[in-house]
């Protein structure tokens, strides 16, 4: 399998500057190669693929000396994840490309070979850059792939490391009815699980709105240009990155004991680029974070050989009664509590919801629910064949 640790780095300001030359030119190759894409394209209906790209980079170095200063092998790298990312496009898994700014939150560049992990020296040494600090808070055994240097917006450093381990991922278990949990992510709770657990929604963002609009205010009031402006700016960026990093913490430590304490698990699919576009709640989907969420969940039952099963956004989880199938068309979104006119049944919600994306998803992975532990799958229920992620 392949795994990526990422590790925080310190160069000193020398190697600050030879990354930033990197990032520069990385960005700058890419850019070039994406409108010369577009323009062979356009002009005389030519695709030009990778390959032909990084044919042209020799003439390009000749023509801009200054690109010889960095590693070349990062400059076709930055080729290569172009014609990826068009490969993605034509897929649909991925929007069409566009340009690199260069004043965006996170930039980084690619090393694919030639680069030294040293664990005793606490080093990694990168070509055309030389050996820089690493904090190595764990090791790793297998064969290093490509290495990817990372500048985020409050100027950290980091460096994440592609290793192949050698080891098969496990084949995923067969779902246990009864040891089986559905998960409905919400924005009262992060998440609800069918046993009628509820895990509180921390509300990172909401919770530091307060002084990031006053880091905001001093920001905008400074004069543009001057060094009060740029601190002013890294304060900004700081607080946004312990919001992120609070965040992600969260979801780790969330997400591992979920894998941990379950023998399967089964979400609902969201969609959350559409869901943010109603403007009362994007604010708040956006903190959730619900899309990073399910990514963590994916891997880490791929990881632990657990399914991971997934149901349609289109069953109505929270409308229809689980215990009878009745589906109360009328429901609104203020609606937390519900009473099932058919059986009498008192719902919570979100309770109900996690309890029919359980039994919606053993339905489909054909594994009739145990009445002993839950609750039958309703009559009259139209469900959808769950993807399986993870196996």
Not at 134 to 146: A, L
Not at 174 to 188: A, E, K
Request: with cysteine; hydrophobic share 35%; glycine share 8%.
């Amino acid at each position: 399998m392949l795994r990526r640790y990422q590790y925080r780095i310190y160069p000193t300001r020398a190697q600050e500057i030879l990354i930033a030359k990197h990032l520069g030119c990385c960005r700058y190759v890419y850019n070039w190669a994406l409108d010369r894409k577009n323009q062979a394209y356009h002009a005389n209906g030519i695709s030009l693929s990778g390959y032909d790209l990084i044919k042209e980079l020799v003439p390009l170095k000749t023509e801009h000396p200054w690109l010889k200063e960095v590693n070349a092998q990062s400059l076709q790298q930055s080729i290569i994840h172009l014609a990826r990312a068009f490969t993605n496009f034509f897929a649909g898994r991925a929007e069409e490309p566009t340009f690199k700014k260069k004043h965006a939150p996170e930039q980084t560049f690619t090393v694919p070979q030639s680069y030294t992990v040293d664990f005793k020296q606490g080093t990694v040494k990168l070509p055309k850059i030389g050996g820089i600090k690493v904090k190595y808070h764990r090791t790793f055994v297998g064969t290093m792939k490509s290495a990817t240097v990372i500048r985020r917006s409050t100027g950290r450093y980091f460096i994440s490391i592609v290793v192949e381990d050698g080891k098969k991922a496990p084949k995923p278990a067969d779902p246990i009815p009864n040891q089986t949990v559905g998960i409905d992510l919400g924005l009262m709770h992060y998440a609800i699980l069918s046993t009628g657990d509820a895990v509180a929604n921390p509300k990172y963002l909401q919770n530091t709105q307060q002084r990031l609009a006053v880091l905001q205010r001093r920001l905008g009031r400074k004069q543009k240009g001057s060094k009060n402006r740029n601190k002013a700016r890294f304060k900004v960026a700081r607080c946004h990155q312990k919001i992120a990093d609070q965040r992600w913490d969260f979801q780790h430590q969330l997400s591992s004991r979920l894998v941990r304490e379950n023998q399967a698990l089964a979400v609902e699919s969201l969609n959350v680029g559409g869901m943010v576009k109603n403007h009362k709640l994007a604010r708040a989907i956006s903190d959730a974070g619900w899309g990073s969420f399910v990514s963590m969940l994916t891997y880490k039952c791929q990881e632990a050989g657990k399914p991971l099963l997934q149901v349609g956004m289109f069953n109505a989880s929270s409308k229809t009664c689980s215990v009878c199938g009745y589906r109360k068309t009328d429901l609104t979104l203020k609606d937390r509590e519900w009473t099932c006119p058919e059986c009498g049944t008192h719902h919570d919600r979100d309770i109900n919801a996690a309890i029919n994306i359980k039994q919606f998803a053993l339905a489909g992975a054909g594994r009739a629910e145990e009445p002993v532990d839950s609750l039958p799958v309703g009559r009259g229920m139209k469900q959808e064949a769950p993807c399986t992620s993870g196996g």
